[in-house]
């Protein structure tokens, strides 16, 4: 059987993360997206306009916007990135294109580099120290997917997306 990040069948983000050796249950919201901001610049004024006037503004330019308000508005999608939008413990999480690995046990980083090598279609390295390396997917790829299978597949103290966590009112 296939392993790693396409090794589950999906082409959306996983509905789970790990965070301190536990599995955190992901809800997808549906009814949200999140929208790097800084491609809106290649938008009409009244896309743009949309989603300034209907989006919550996060951090890094990054907007979390209901879809009705968008519609079927497909000059919106195409000028940036969307971002996976889950529900989780009474927070709403956008999943970014990130994932962190960390681990301090001798011998660990040359099984977590051997796994990025298996998989360099799907995993970019950005940052690698002595005991952290910072990916992120390919072009499309999948931050939840990498992040599960590492934690699956070769057990790191810690692998891990960077979440923006939004409490209180989303939008």
């Given amino acids: ?8 069948g999906r082409t959306k983000a996983a509905s789970y993360y790990y965070a301190g050796g536990k599995k955190i249950e ?6 949200l997206v999140a929208l790097d901001g800084r491609g809106l610049a290649k938008v009409s004024a009244e896309a743009r306009e949309v989603v300034e006037r209907a989006g919550r503004p996060l951090s890094e330019g990054i907007h979390l916007v209901e879809k009705a308000f968008l519609g079927d508005d497909a000059e919106v999608a195409a000028a940036g990135r969307l971002y996976p939008v889950f529900r989780s413990r009474g927070a709403v999480i956008v999943a970014l294109p990130e994932v962190r690995i960390e681990d301090s046990r ?3 980083q040359k099984k977590i580099g ?10 970019v390295v950005e940052k690698h120290s002595a005991d952290r390396v910072d990916v992120r997917p390919a ?9 599960n299978a590492l934690a699956e597949e070769v057990g790191p103290e810690m692998a891990q997306v960077r979440f923006l966590r939004v409490t209180g009112r989303p939008v």
């Fill in 139 to 147: 072009s499309g790829g999948d931050a939840l997917g990498i992040a």
């Fill in 106 to 108: 001798v011998g660990y």
């Fill in 26 to 31: 992901l809800a997808p919201a549906d009814d």
């Fill in 114 to 123: 051997s796994w990025l090598r298996s998989h360099a279609g799907e995993a």
């Fill in 1 to 8: 059987m296939p392993r790693g990040p396409k090794a589950h």
